[in-house]
């Protein structure tokens, strides 16, 4: 059996795990990433963690095959730099060599959201699909989309951008500062600010039942509401489900994935969201469903995705035929 150890690296936390070939966690533990220090101290918290973690897992130095990082940004995965990371305010930054130095093993990075839908597609939702695409729902829209059980990373690893994609032209700006990206339309966020919208136009609306004030609205309050029968928040849901339904189709129809995995607190809301979603997409695709069909599941490994995803990576870069 080999093992690999696969890191998460978040703005608020370093998550790590020991994971070995059907993808099994074998032991796992955080810690606070301290995003503001300089990232050779972050890289030496992330080595001392691989470090104990073997230790804990019961293992030797010497079964532990490679690590793999899973790093926000746009990352350079041939030479293991993080070339940009907005949230850690990181250029650069070589942080493959920088653990690979104190773990002693070879280091291998890519994008977190990469890593999500590798480890999705190799121990999660995924497993029994040799073509992939995950997509999370959160602050944004990310994903990674995964071929004959690869990663497809794009030229120099600053593909798959799958949130960056525009749904409608001259739309809503995105933080990208293009207009009507997917991500402005269905992410938390633009959910949150669809319901929010809805409420200042509809004071009599249960939205404000569900939440009294503004600023407690959530990703949650338009199903909540939608569920008590209130048809401003379905006319929400039903909007907001229609511009997911766009989003993913296009990512269908380039793709052709045979599985669609979403992810991210949204998910939550399970087949209130799934199920219109999927009636919706399928109308969508190009030649429709009886030819090449494209299952669309939730995803299931949580936060552990990532680390497994990273551990994944590394072993297929050791072993490219794994």
């Known amino acids: 059996m080999a093992y690999f150890a696969g890191i998460d690296l978040g703005g608020t936390f370093i998550k790590c795990g020991i994971v070995d070939e059907t993808g099994t966690v074998l032991v796992k533990d955080k810690i606070p990433t301290g995003s503001t220090r300089p990232y050779a101290e972050i890289a030496e918290d992330m080595g001392k963690l691989v470090l104990d973690l073997i230790v804990r897992a019961g293992l030797d130095r010497a079964q532990i095959k490679a690590v793999g990082i899973g790093s926000p940004g746009t990352i350079d995965s041939q030479e293991g730099v993080i070339v940009y990371n ?4 990181w250029r650069n930054v070589p ?35 040799d073509a992939s695409i995950l997509v999370t729902l959160g602050t944004g829209v990310g994903g990674g989309i995964v071929i004959d059980r690869a990663l497809f990373e794009g030229n120099r690893s600053a593909g798959a951008e799958i949130g960056h994609t525009v749904i409608r032209m001259g739309g809503e700006k995105c933080t990208c500062g293009r207009q009507g990206c997917f991500e402005a339309y269905a992410s938390a966020t633009a959910l949150i600010r669809q319901t929010k919208r809805a409420m200042e136009k509809n004071r009599d609306s249960l939205l404000w039942e ?38 993913l189709a296009n990512m269908a129809n380039i793709f052709r994935p045979q599985a669609i995995v979403l992810g991210g607190g949204v998910c939550a809301e399970g087949e209130a969201l799934l199920a219109p979603l999927r009636k919706r997409m399928d109308r969508l695709l190009y030649g429709g469903t009886d030819y090449a069909p494209v299952a669309l599941i939730a995803a299931r490994l949580g936060n552990d995705a990532g680390l497994v995803g990273a551990a994944r990576y590394a072993w297929q870069k050791t072993e490219p035929n794994a």
């Open 210 to 247: 569900v939440s009294p004030t503004l600023e407690a609205v959530d990703g949650k309050t338009a199903f909540a509401a939608a569920s008590r029968g209130d048809r401003i928040a379905q006319k929400v849901v039903e909007r907001y489900i229609d511009y997911l339904a766009e989003g």
């Open 95 to 129: 942080l493959g060599p920088a653990v690979q130095a104190i773990v002693g093993l070879p280091v291998f990075v890519t994008n977190d959201a990469n890593a999500a839908a590798l480890g999705e597609n190799f121990a999660g939702a995924a497993k029994a699909y």
């Open 86 to 89: 907005n949230n850690l305010h």
